[in-house]
């Protein structure tokens, strides 16, 4: 079972959460995950071949950074011919503020995502840090559904943000995405 | 196999658009597809004991209507005891706009969705009327992804809209949910 | 110069953040500020009659309550008369998750005032909580823009939250609508 | 009073509507328009000067063309220094789909203005072609409210697409942004 992990990253935060999305979807009996940013050369031929494709971003003024949004547009040919259709699929981002426009981000994914026919894969968690013994250590601390959120302060290095909670978070996003397709496969 | 078809119908037309997804999840093998109109006391038990299930409300002002925001809101004891999660679901909508809103309905489906933790289907349909040869009668004529769009006139009642097109629409969303439900049991 | 802020809340977190709202907008001079809860028998002419008109609501299941839902929908007379064509509006939305889905909530409140013909105010104000040296008690510390989220414990009264910080953002928002309304006056 | 129409247009279409735009807005008495393609080097100061900004991208993938997203991540610095805080501002979009996913376009572009602090208008109209009288001549055929749409054959060029009544609906859009600018001056 393959699973491809297309992202971009600006400064190294997304990134991060990336390997927590691989580490997850890796922790999966069989899976076979390959990273594939969208800032180099595309590989293309290791996103058609996968069984579920994990996207991410940065928030970037309210939605998707630039260099995704070419990689998206740039799978139109893909779009045209189906190829993508019924894979699974998920979505994660990255951003500095607490909430900002993150859900943006994650919502113009899964409609991406629709538009190749594939099938979206949320979280599935309750929200963390919620309720009065809530922190921000807790899983799914930013209370997102959809996709994966983290955020990571805008004066620290990838080295200091996502904290662990948001990578937990990443990771159990991956490990769902990868049991989800294990199962429709 | 269940597929529940969650629906409210303000004047008629999502109504026979709920027709046409049962009827399309029921000519899958297997298939036992329920209707439940949410205006009525809303059998909860059916929906808990499904695979699948679609959601569909008009566009009202930009989302879905209220009845249909009421059930949403009711079925959090649901999402709290994550009873809901791991079904495959998906969504329709009707307005009288050709565009309007339509998208913003489907987008908060998918949300909802996703925080039950349900697996979204989209139509998988390339957009139909998008071109010189292409006309009203083309399979998705509107040209969503997310889930399944029609049009109904403000003017006539639900024996005149939605039109043929929207209604084998969405035939297609329901035959697809359903079989993704099969093939992910 | 007239203001509405017309609001559900269901447990009297968001009536707080209505409250913080109206004193902002209040401190404005020649400012004349209504509170319209949903839940009653609505205002409308005092609706009708407001220069600006700032909707608040909580969010539940990824989009604002089936109660202020309601209203939405109920309003529909009034947009097929222009009534509230070029008002300034503005928006407001509390849950208890840090980020959860509050942003779709705000988006359905801006397309439904488009619907009305109104004129959309944000906040105006850059994130805050997202540096090293940021905390929770910064002003618009979720980093919203299109409207003033607040975020409330799960398990706390509305003496609890939305705390400080939050209502001093919604105070921010509601002085910012009716200078906004002021000038365009 | 300056007007900045600011765009991307792929094939040409979306280059039509924005001269509609355009036209809408010099119509205004004492505007002053400037068009302002994003893919060549950005007139910054003509953005930065102007009292209202007009932003216009295809839908491609779901979302804005990739260059219209580089012209607004680059935009962050005038972010940061809130350069375009109170500037009036509108959207709008063309697809091939007759609804597609254009509105995720539109919300995305009242998101963006909203982290600028700008001050959104929407269309004003109601919905055409939605009734048995209606025909896709009518203005506002696609029945949009929180920007412009059009929608243009997928095998034909700008000479074909937009037709004239989306081009009117444009011209609608300047003309109502440059109002408000001029009201708010």
Request: net charge neutral; proline share 3%.
């Amino acid at each position: 079972m393959k699973i491809a992990v297309v992202y971009h990253s600006g400064y190294g935060h997304t990134a991060e959460q990336a390997k927590a999305v691989a580490r997850g979807a890796q922790s999966v009996s069989g899976a076979e995950v390959t990273m594939i940013p969208v800032a180099e050369d595309i590989a293309w031929d290791a996103i058609d071949a996968a069984d579920a494709v994990i996207f991410g971003a940065p928030t970037y003024m309210g939605s998707a950074s630039a260099p995704f949004k070419k990689f998206m547009d740039e799978s139109s040919k893909r779009w045209m011919e189906r190829k993508w259709a019924n894979k699974i699929a998920g979505g994660f981002t990255n951003s500095a503020s607490q909430s900002g426009d993150k859900l943006n981000t994650l919502v113009s994914m899964a409609i991406f995502a629709a538009q190749h026919g594939m099938i979206w894969v949320g979280v599935d968690l309750l929200p963390g840090n919620n309720n009065s013994k809530g922190s921000v250590e807790d899983l799914n601390r930013l209370g997102s559904s959809l996709g994966a959120m983290a955020q990571s302060n805008a004066d620290e290095g990838p080295d200091k943000g996502p904290i662990a909670s948001d990578l937990k978070t990443a990771e159990h996003l991956g490990k769902r995405v990868a049991e989800t397709a294990a199962r429709f496969k």
